[in-house]
C-alpha cells in the first residue's frame, strides 16, 4: 500500500511540474499579431507570383520580429503570418479570405498580387472594414469606392499611360498593334487603355488582337498582325504566354519592338531571342541602386540564397506599410491603420517612395526595363 501511495504522489508531482512548465513557457510566450497574405502558391503563376510574394512579406515580418516586434500598450508583440493559397481562382481566394478574417482574427490582409483575385477579395476586407494593401494588383477597380483598400504598387491607368509616352512619343512609333487575353481583367483594361492612350499621342492602332485563357497557338491573330505591319507590339499579357507569343511573332516575321506591362517582371529568364530588345513597365529594378534597395537585396539573398525578383519587393513593402501604420498607431484599430495610410504614411521603400493622397492608390514611379544580352537593365525612371 505505501509503495502504491509513493508511486502515486511521484507521478502526481510529475505531473503538476509539467503542467507548471507548460503554463510558464505559455506565459513566457509575448502575444502576437496576427496578419494574413493570400497568394497562389500552387498553378502556373506560383513560381512567378506568389512564393516571391510571400518571401518579401515574411522578410518584412522577419526584420521586424528580429528587432523586437511592435509595442501596443507597452507590451512587445510578435507578427505572425498566416498564408493562404488561392490557387489562382478568385472563388478560392474569397473563401480563404472570410476563413482568414472570420476565424483565424487577422489585423490586416496583404499579398494578393493578381488583379482577378484582388478585385474580389478586395470586396470581401472592404465589406469586414480590414485594411488590405495588395502588393502587385494595377486594375482600379482594385481599390475604387473603397475606404480600407489600398496597393504598393501603381495603377494600370499611370502604367498605360507610360507605355503610351514611350512608344509614341520616346521611341517615335506610330503604328501598334496588340494582342491580350480578352478573359483577364488585367490584359483587357490595359490593352483598352493602351489603345486610348497611344491614339491620343498621335499613333494608331493597326490590329486590335484578343484570345482567351489557355491559348496556346496564337498563329491567327499574329497572322493579322503582321499582315498590318505594325511597328510596335503590346503584349499586355503574362510570361508563360508572352514567351510563346514572343516566339510565333518572330516565327512570322514581325519585327516590331516587344513591349509589356508589369506582368513581364515575373520572367524567370528572359535569355530567349524573340525578346531581344523588349521592354516593359515595372516596380524595380535589381539595378535600381538605391540604399534601401541595396539593403532589400542584401537581406533577401542571406534569406532565401537568391536574388529576389520586383514581386518580392513589393511583398515585402506591402507588409512594411501595415508594420509602419501599427507600429505608429499604437493599436491593430482597422480606422486607425486605415486613417494613416490614407494621410500620415511616408514611407521610403525598396521600390521607391509611397504616400497615399487619401486615395487607396500610392503615387509613385514606373520603371522601365530593356532586355538586351539575355538580360535585363535598369532604362528609365518615369515620375507622375
Not at 523586437?68 to 481566394?93: E, K, V
Not at 487577422?106 to 478585385?119: D, E, K, N, Q, T
Request: net charge negative.
Amino acid at each position: 500500500m505505501a509503495r502504491l501511495a509513493r508511486q502515486f504522489w511521484q507521478r502526481f508531482t510529475l505531473a503538476l511540474i509539467t503542467l507548471v512548465i507548460i503554463v510558464g513557457c505559455r506565459a513566457a510566450s509575448p502575444p502576437t499579431i496576427a496578419i494574413g497574405a493570400i497568394v497562389p502558391l500552387t498553378g502556373d503563376v506560383a513560381q512567378t507570383s506568389g512564393i516571391p510574394t510571400v518571401e518579401g512579406i515574411q522578410l518584412a515580418i522577419d526584420q521586424v520580429n528580429a528587432n523586437g516586434g511592435i509595442l501596443l500598450d507597452d507590451i512587445p508583440h510578435q507578427i505572425t503570418l498566416i498564408t493562404a493559397d488561392d490557387q489562382d481562382d478568385p472563388n478560392r481566394a474569397v473563401a480563404e479570405a472570410n476563413r482568414l478574417i472570420n476565424q483565424e482574427n487577422i489585423v490586416a490582409l496583404v499579398g494578393v498580387p493578381l488583379s482577378r483575385m484582388a478585385i474580389p477579395v478586395a470586396d470581401v476586407a472592404e465589406h469586414a472594414k480590414v485594411p488590405m494593401i495588395s502588393s502587385k494588383s494595377t486594375n482600379p477597380a482594385t481599390t475604387q469606392d473603397k475606404a480600407y483598400i489600398f496597393r504598393a504598387t501603381f495603377t494600370d491607368t499611370f502604367q498605360g499611360q507610360v507605355l503610351a509616352t514611350l512608344a509614341a512619343q520616346e521611341l517615335g512609333l506610330k503604328r501598334a498593334a496588340v494582342l491580350f487575353d480578352v478573359a483577364s481583367n488585367y490584359n483587357q483594361y490595359l490593352a483598352n487603355l493602351f489603345q486610348e492612350e497611344f491614339e491620343a499621342r498621335g499613333g494608331e492602332i493597326v490590329a486590335f488582337e484578343s484570345y482567351l485563357t489557355g491559348a496556346t497557338d496564337f498563329s491567327e491573330q499574329l497572322a493579322i498582325i503582321a499582315a498590318a505591319e505594325p511597328e510596335v507590339l503590346f503584349l499586355p499579357n503574362y510570361p508563360a504566354e508572352v514567351l510563346i507569343q514572343a516566339q510565333q511573332a518572330r516565327a512570322l516575321g514581325i519585327e516590331a519592338v516587344l513591349i509589356g506591362g508589369d506582368a513581364w517582371s515575373g520572367f524567370k529568364d528572359v535569355s530567349d531571342p524573340s525578346l531581344a530588345g523588349a521592354l516593359y513597365t515595372t516596380d524595380w529594378a535589381l539595378d535600381l541602386n538605391t540604399p534601401a534597395s541595396e539593403a532589400f537585396i542584401e537581406a533577401y539573398r542571406a534569406a532565401y540564397d537568391a536574388s529576389p525578383t520586383s514581386a518580392a519587393a513589393l511583398g515585402y513593402d506591402a507588409a512594411q506599410l501595415i508594420l509602419k501604420a501599427i507600429a505608429s498607431t499604437g493599436s491593430t484599430d482597422a480606422q486607425g491603420i486605415r486613417q494613416y495610410l490614407a494621410n500620415d504614411l511616408e514611407y521610403n521603400g525598396v521600390t521607391g517612395k509611397i504616400e497615399f493622397a487619401n486615395s487607396g492608390d500610392p503615387i509613385k514611379g514606373a520603371v522601365v526595363v530593356r532586355i538586351e544580352g539575355g538580360d535585363r537593365r535598369f532604362d528609365r525612371l518615369v515620375t507622375p
